[in-house]
């Protein structure tokens, strides 16, 4: 979820359907920016939905920089890793970086999977074949 692209911030309820309703209609392979807090979620439920769908959840580490315009999204990913450990969902590591000098810093990210105990299997960016196995399907 993201400012200025089609879709103003609801309620929880709304925001959770939105992105379930992406996840099971369209070709998507990663959810991206799930824990912006513009964008309020019922993690559980999209955790489940984006695993049924063999749909990746993605952290982010530029969502976790003070000069982030998502400021607390380290909090609610840490909900939403909580839920991702739960259900097993794959996960995807991105720097978002928007300069290049942060071109893959990962740091926050991965922190943030390791403090949630999710596994190193389940990351897709450990593996060039689970890469190209997910955006084959």
Sequence with gaps: ????????????????????????????????????????????????????????????????????????????????AEAVKKYKNKVSLGSDAHISTLVGNFDKALELVETTNIEKKQIINYSLEDIENLIKK
């Design 1 to 80: 979820m993201h400012v200025r692209c089609g879709f103003e911030a609801g309620s929880v309820e709304e925001n959770t359907q939105t992105m379930i309703n992406a996840i099971e209609n369209y070709p998507i392979n990663v959810v991206a920016h799930a824990g912006n807090p513009l964008f309020p979620m019922d993690y559980d439920l999209l955790a489940e939905k984006a695993k049924q769908n063999d749909v990746a959840i993605e952290f982010n580490n530029s969502s976790y920089l003070s000069t982030t315009s998502r400021s607390g999204a380290y909090d609610l990913d840490i909900k939403l």
